[in-house]
């Protein structure tokens, strides 16, 4: 499937990742992107789409018309929400930002992006809806411009991350307070009573392999006790980390992070590490025997310490308003959607998310309407 903007650029949708890995990572690594549209992070993804039937790929690919450069690469994906054929980035609950990929040089002004928008909409699969969601304000140094497009409102959680500067004991102090301080450093010692504290840090092979299981045993004993929602509940995203971990689709792309105590796993959690920074995506930590040391805390705050005196600037919580990132001095970024209709049926969700946005936009009208809904 091709479409061209004679002006400007050609645009072609493909389906196979496989095919454009030479590429994809020259662009991304010349380019602008975010970790979550990295080709060891979608291969994975569109590899588990596949083998569980959640969604088809659809990578659409932008080349400059006269040069044939490639531009942008958008990670795209189809299912069906419903009676509705949605067409949004390759994601489905695990990209905490989605954006294109760019090339350093692809800063289109308004009118432009538009134009070349509406090309991508015509070489498009037929689909009712369009939803791109968790969008940054920013890929790289430029401006996301996706945000160009029409109509496009905040998304309803943000994200958080605390940036690291060296020294520490500097950068700690302006990121905790004193009182956490001395809390998290009491309850370090108070845990070296159980045996000697270390924090690890393991980039695929069998160790980080040991330390992804004992994560996802202790984080499903957990959210199961607590009836909390678990994506590693599901087995097509548990295969999907593991796959970051092992590089069986990719090149592993999981940072392993661990706190142990005497020998025994207190805290883990899996992560990425992409342009300077630490992205923590699916922490745990054992409860049981040593909740009383804040364990999660604990991994974060020594985590922070060893990725900056690694060289590493920013220390990404990423999405949610989870209340403890605000323990860490984090910034509060906003993220945004964008839904557009692209058949007749699409219509109407497309309306009633203008509907939510509208709500959302007005606190009163919001809470009444959740009053009336609790009577």
């Known amino acids: 499937m091709s479409e061209a903007d ?13 095919e454009l890995e030479k ?16 080709y060891d992070f979608v291969a994975p993804l569109y590899s588990a789409f596949r083998e569980h039937r959640r969604a088809e790929p659809l990578i659409v690919i932008v080349r400059e018309a006269a040069s044939g ?11 069906k929400v419903g ?40 070489a498009l699969p037929p689909s009712d809806l369009l939803h791109l969601s968790k969008l940054p304000h920013h890929v790289g140094n430029s401006i996301n411009p996706l945000l160009l497009l029409s109509p496009c409102a905040p998304y309803h959680v943000k994200a958080h991350g605390a940036t690291l500067s ?36 393991h980039d695929g092979g069998p160790e980080a392999e040991r330390v992804f299981e004992t994560l996802y045993e202790m984080r499903r004993s957990r959210f199961s006790k607590l009836e909390r929602d678990d994506a590693l509940a599901d087995e097509m995203w548990a295969g999907f980390y593991r796959d970051l971990v092992q ?10 992070i661990e706190l142990t105590s005497g020998g025994d796993t207190v805290a883990g959690a899996l992560g990425l590490i992409h342009d300077g920074a630490f992205l923590l995506l699916i922490p ?36 949610g308003d989870e209340p403890y990132k605000d323990l860490f001095g984090v910034d509060n970024r906003e993220l945004f959607e964008v839904v557009r209709p692209l058949s007749t049926r699409g219509r109407l969700p497309a ?6 946005i509208f709500v959302r936009r007005h606190p009163a009208l919001h809470a009444g309407l959740k009053r009336l809904l609790r009577r």
């Open 6 to 18: 004679p002006k400007h650029f050609t645009v072609d949708v493909h389906r196979d990742i496989r």
């Open 23 to 38: 590429e994809w990572r020259a662009l991304e690594t010349g380019g602008r992107c975010t970790a979550f549209q990295c």
């Open 69 to 79: 450069n490639l531009v942008m690469i958008l990670p795209l994906c189809e299912t």
């Open 83 to 122: 009676r509705n054929r949605v067409i949004g980035f390759a994601d489905l609950r695990v990209a905490d930002y989605c954006a294109p990929i760019m090339a350093s040089g692809f800063r289109p002004d308004a009118d432009t992006f538009r134009t070349l928008w509406n090309a991508i909409e015509k």
């Open 166 to 201: 060296r020294p520490w004991d500097q950068c700690c102090q302006s990121l905790l307070s004193r009182k956490q301080r001395q809390s998290l450093r009491r309850k370090g010692r108070n845990l070296e009573s159980c045996g000697a504290v270390e924090f690890k840090t």
């Open 247 to 256: 590089g069986r689709s990719a090149h592993p792309f999981a940072r392993l």
């Open 284 to 319: 745990s930590f054992d409860m049981e025997r040593f909740g009383r040391y804040s364990p999660g805390m604990l991994l974060i705050f020594r985590g922070m310490e060893t990725f900056t005196e690694a060289g590493l600037t920013y220390f990404d919580l990423t999405i």
């Open 351 to 356: 309306t009633l998310w203008r509907l939510k």
